[in-house]
């Protein structure tokens, strides 16, 4: 039988043998199953017909297909979503409650070629209500501190800008101008496209105070009303006041910021971006996506995210930790059961051994065997 201690060793030999994005995995499925969310796995491809009639909810319409034996048109997913909706059972009164860590296959990157992308997070979908959207937001905020304690969840509600197109009486294409305007922050040709629309001056000065706007979830109703918008929507402002409620003080790290867009189309309230230092771009994405279960005839609403973990490779989450402890040297002339023997009583003791004919590699300490070295 195998001495199991030649492997496990000391507890810091699994620091040294686990990347750090494997144990950030490890950390965000032991944080998911303390909420009570379950594994979610699913197979590389899905029929494409699951894809074709939503390409509208996708990141890109680019798919890679194949012929599957029987005919059947398939698909490597390029979403984990879609999946997960598809399965979804509504009950009354329950929400099912889904983590994955999978590989999506799509286009990426300025190249737009077609990369395998990992990707990890959760979805949160039946008869929701206050209290599982803060779940999944406070969820988010301490998936993005798991990353690192340097981050910002940044949050928005849909609903607003809703209220806001229908007291401007925006037609579609006017609200995508506006949309992009808000996302980018550029107040200077804001102005210019309500002044182009005659959209008011009181209209404006809105949309600039609630640019202008970051404040915690706890602080977010007082600071609304404190604006006096009497467009707003009641049902929105009843939102953000359970959400407030909940926090109770909690989530510093969220921050109100009202150029968070995300897709319109997609979401329908609550939505939210993840920022950590280091990055320049989200490196989590979600909200709240009711649109999508319509689509897809199923009942209830849901909400969810995703961490984008290709981007920590920029933080140096797919580099080994540390150097080999010991470089064990031998020649021709070596005892091999000298050899074995030092090898393994080394490894009994926790410590990496590198077992070597030549100098190479990044090394803690060298225990030289080579008995022609000591000849020369």
């Avoid at 501190?145 to 401007?168: D, M, P, T, W, Y």
Wanted: net charge negative; with cysteine.
């Amino acid at each position: 039988m195998t001495d199991r201690t030649q492997y496990t060793g000391e507890a810091q030999s699994e620091e040294k043998v686990y990347l750090p994005v494997e144990k950030l995995l490890f950390r965000l499925r032991m944080l998911y199953r303390q909420y009570g969310y379950q594994p979610y796995r699913m197979s590389k491809f899905e029929k494409y017909e699951l894809y074709a009639g939503n390409k509208d909810f996708l990141v890109s319409d680019r798919v890679i297909t194949f012929n599957d034996t029987n005919g059947d048109l398939l698909a490597l997913k390029p979403d984990v979503t879609l999946s997960i909706v598809k399965g979804a059972q509504f009950r009354k009164n329950h929400v099912e409650k889904l983590y994955y860590q999978e590989n999506v296959y799509r286009p990426s990157g300025s190249a737009h070629q077609f990369r395998e992308i990992m990707q990890c997070g959760l979805e949160c979908i039946g008869d929701l209500d206050a209290y599982s959207l803060y779940e999944v937001l406070r969820l988010a905020e301490k998936s993005l501190c798991e990353v690192s304690e340097e981050c910002v969840l940044s949050f928005s509600h849909l609903g607003i800008l809703k209220a806001l197109f229908q007291r401007l009486k925006a037609g579609e294409a006017q609200q995508a101008q506006l949309l992009a305007l808000i996302a980018a922050r550029n107040l200077h040709e804001i102005t210019a496209l309500f002044e182009l629309h005659g959209w008011g001056e009181e209209s404006l000065q809105a949309v600039k105070k609630l640019l202008s706007l970051s404040c915690t979830v706890s602080d977010l109703p007082r600071e609304m009303e404190a604006l006096g918008l009497p467009w707003m929507d009641e049902n929105v402002l009843g939102e953000l006041k359970a959400l407030a409620s909940l926090s109770n003080g909690e989530m510093q790290r969220v921050r109100f910021d009202f150029s968070v867009i995300n897709d319109i189309h997609y979401y329908n309230g609550l939505v939210f971006q993840g920022f950590v230092k280091g990055i320049s771009e989200k490196i989590l994405s979600g909200g709240r996506y009711d649109s999508l279960l319509v689509r897809m005839n199923r009942k209830g609403a849901a909400a969810g995210f995703a961490i984008y973990l290709g981007l920590l490779e920029q933080l140096g989450f797919y580099q080994q930790a540390g150097k080999t402890d010991v470089l064990l040297l031998y020649d021709r002339e070596t005892d091999t059961g000298e050899l074995k023997k030092v090898a393994e009583e080394l490894r009994k003791q926790g410590r990496t051994v590198d077992v070597q004919r030549t100098i190479s590699g990044q090394y803690t300490e060298i225990l030289d065997l080579r008995k022609e070295a000591q000849h020369a």
